[in-house]
């Protein structure tokens, strides 16, 4: 969709702070669009409604008076220009659909390369997610990553079972046991300073069908999104580096694939991890930990990073919990949490904090093993919690936040600029929060 300044379109749009947020009218001419209580969110979704009432009334081109408002016209364009490309967003791969072409809007200036940018690496996220589980494979994800690294000259390194295996990594390994493809590690570096870097850590699980532990109808149909996590740190990174953030980043994306077949690894199973903890599997669907705590200890002990973020569709738990609206943060750092949750506030892409109780990680200590992969009550009871309980042994002693975005990332129902399916969560949090940190 272009983007274009004072061009003038039949089909007109603007708001009016008569009507109720929400509220509509269209006499045939001109699009009212009720705004009303203004920030930043109303008005990505006053844009949004206004993108599909057009598409509805089967035009392709329309011009936006740009409301003068009380705070500063830049930010009032941007959310705009934010509410339109995220609305725009369509996985047409396998379906033709019709989208808005070009939308002008009326004002004096534009400055709207930065929200473009950060629009656009959340739709690649959304589109990654989307993406069908038989092309969506280990694979796949690496090359999509060296397609970053190579387009924004970045320094990139994936780790393959021989590396693995020399490593120690057996968590990442036996996940990814019994695969089409490989588990893997993916690092991408974003260095444009000689300071301490970050570490954002995505949960790549290509497909989860549970494994041993398969996952039954009704639970498992949307499993392609379990990579969701590694999508928005792809995500993120490219646009850091698009965006020229001075700011080192790292992103760290462990791969697999959590099959069922002859190979797969066994409930029951004792295995080493990279950090020498050794953890029984008393539940293989319970993988995304497994994963991330190899990635988490190798990256930390690698990179020796300022803080660790880490995010991933960690547990039914969490969606449980918030439903689709919300993020589940847990962490070892009052002031990382506090950056984080004012970067949500400021994006609306909501994440709420959860205590990290001594009595969970007790939880998790094992009988035979250091630790086990679920936690109390077979994993079902505070079980957002005890996932990431389960992480915090893996990261030392480095600030770290993990968010579980299992309901965040993937929507089985459309709302305002969010469609259906994979949603990006995780890139506007992530990206405000180094634009601001
Ligand atoms: N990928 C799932 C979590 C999930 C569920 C994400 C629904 C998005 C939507 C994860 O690997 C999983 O299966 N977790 C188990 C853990 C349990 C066995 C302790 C869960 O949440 O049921
Ligand atoms: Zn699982
Ligand atoms: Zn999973």
Not at 35 to 52: P, Q, T, Y
Not at 110 to 124: D, P, R
Request: charged letters at 25%; aromatic letters at 8%; a positive charge.
């Amino acid at each position: 969709m272009k983007i274009e300044l004072n061009k003038k379109y039949d089909t007109k749009v603007e708001f009016d702070t008569n009507l109720d947020n929400n509220e509509l009218t269209y006499d045939g001419k001109v699009i009212k669009i009720g705004l009303k209580k203004v920030d930043a969110e109303k008005i990505r979704r006053a844009a949004s409604l206004a993108l599909k009432k057009v598409l509805e009334i089967k035009q392709k081109e329309f011009q936006i008076k740009v409301p003068k408002l009380d705070f500063l016209d830049n930010a009032v364009v941007n959310s705009i220009v934010e509410g339109l490309l995220l609305s725009n967003y369509k996985f047409s791969k396998y379906k033709k659909q019709e989208k808005i072409k070009a939308v002008s809007l009326i004002t004096k200036e534009l400055n709207i390369k930065t929200t473009k940018i950060i629009c656009e690496a959340t739709n690649y996220a959304r589109d990654l997610v989307n993406e069908i589980p038989s092309v969506k494979s280990t694979e796949y994800m690496e090359s999509e990553a060296r397609k970053i690294a190579k387009k924004l000259n970045l320094k990139i390194t994936v780790l393959k079972e021989n590396d693995l295996s020399r490593l120690g990594m057996n968590l990442l390994l036996s996940v990814g046991r019994s695969a089409r493809t490989s588990p893997r590690l993916v690092i991408i570096e974003y260095l444009p300073n000689d300071k301490q870097p970050v570490i954002i850590c995505g949960k790549g699980i290509v497909f989860d069908a549970g494994g041993m532990n398969l996952k039954p109808t009704n639970y498992i149909e949307n499993m392609k999104l379990d990579m969701a996590g590694s999508a928005a740190v792809l995500g993120t990174i490219k646009a850091a580096a698009e965006l020229k953030l001075n700011k080192n980043i790292i992103a760290v994306v462990p791969l697999a694939e959590n099959a069922i077949g002859p190979n797969s690894y066994y409930p029951g199973d004792i295995i080493k991890s990279y950090r020498g903890l050794t953890v029984e599997v008393l539940n293989t669907d319970a993988e995304g930990r497994l994963i991330l705590a190899d990635a988490l200890a190798y990256s930390v002990d690698k990179y020796n990073p300022k803080y660790v973020i880490d995010i991933a569709t960690l547990t039914g738990s969490c969606l449980v919990t918030f439903g689709e609206f919300c993020t589940g943060l847990v962490s070892n750092d009052d002031a990382l949490s506090e950056k984080l949750y004012k970067a949500s506030l400021r994006t609306y892409e909501r994440v709420w904090r959860l205590p990290l109780f001594d009595e969970y990680q007790d939880s998790i200590k094992g009988d035979v093993s250091d630790i086990k992969n679920i936690g109390y009550k077979r994993g079902k009871y505070a079980g957002c919690i005890t996932a990431g309980a389960f992480l915090e042994r893996f990261i030392k002693d480095t600030p770290w936040a993990h968010l579980d975005i299992a309901g965040a990332a993937f929507w089985e129902e459309s709302r305002f600029y969010t469609p259906k399916g994979g949603t990006g969560a995780g890139v506007r949090l992530l990206v405000n929060l180094f634009q601001n940190d």
